[in-house]
């Protein structure tokens, strides 16, 4: 499967300007993480992608025909985590899974909803409730009925909310796995959750792309821009370094800081992932 986005512009009716101008190409087997800040623009990427909303000019193509015109197709080929996402509170797993099966049309979905179970780790769960469900596991389900009937394209929006840090590496691991003959697309806000398993990554900000690349590309761009300086009593870090870490110490405060120009008495260290989102995000309001 081959995604390619094309001028995309999104203006919501308040006049609120939420992606302007987006072009990006996504193409199977891909694990991608979206990131970016609050109101970045990601949820109305995710959202038109998955022909929930419209956009206000540029198009998708899916493989070689527009996205709009191929939704039918689209729906067959589509797992989608929305980022709230309603549950059926009196449905117990299992049945709230058989009735997300029936709206996508499954057929043996007996066999479909036994491998999601499995998957998410809800085999125990099975028989409850959805209202007894922790957040956590009520997060489980939403994957879970996201990955019925083993979509080529999923879609997640923030996925590891209120999953426990065990349950979010369970979940990078399973994304992973299914990534590897499909496109798996979700955002975070949470870096720890791309850095190991994401080949590509594309950070938003103010509607608009400012990098689409792998991870190590990202943290090249960082590369002579992170240091740790030693502040003495009193000192303060000027307003255009942005610190990433303080650590009180018996000599003073030590501060990793990112910046467009580092001064000369830091200590030039190599930039971690964190470190090289923070210089591409603080950069816009940067000295260079
Ligand atoms: N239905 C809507 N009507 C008007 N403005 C909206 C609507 N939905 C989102 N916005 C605005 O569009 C911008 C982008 O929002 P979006 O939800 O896509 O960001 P996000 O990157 O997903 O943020 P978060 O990480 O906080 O979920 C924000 O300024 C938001 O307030």
Redesign the pocket.
Known sequence: MKISIENLSMT?P?G?R?LQDISLKLESPNLIGLL?P???????LMKLLVAGLLPTSGKIMLDDSPLLQDEKRLKGSLGYLP?SFGLYDELTVWQFLDYMAALKGISDSKDAIRKVIEATNLTEKRRSRIRTLSGGQRQRVGIAQALLGSPDLLIFDEPTVGLDPEERINFRNLFSQTARDKIVLLST?IIEDVQSVCNQLIIINHGRVLFSGTPEELIALAQGHVGIIQLQAGQEVSSNHHITARVNTSQGVQCRIVSGDLPSFAQVVEPTLEDAYMYLIAGEGMEQ
Do not use: E, F, P
Request: hydrophobic share 15%; glycine share 22%.
């Open positions: 919501y308040t609120k939420a970016g609050n109101g970045a623009g990601k949820s109305t980022q806000h």
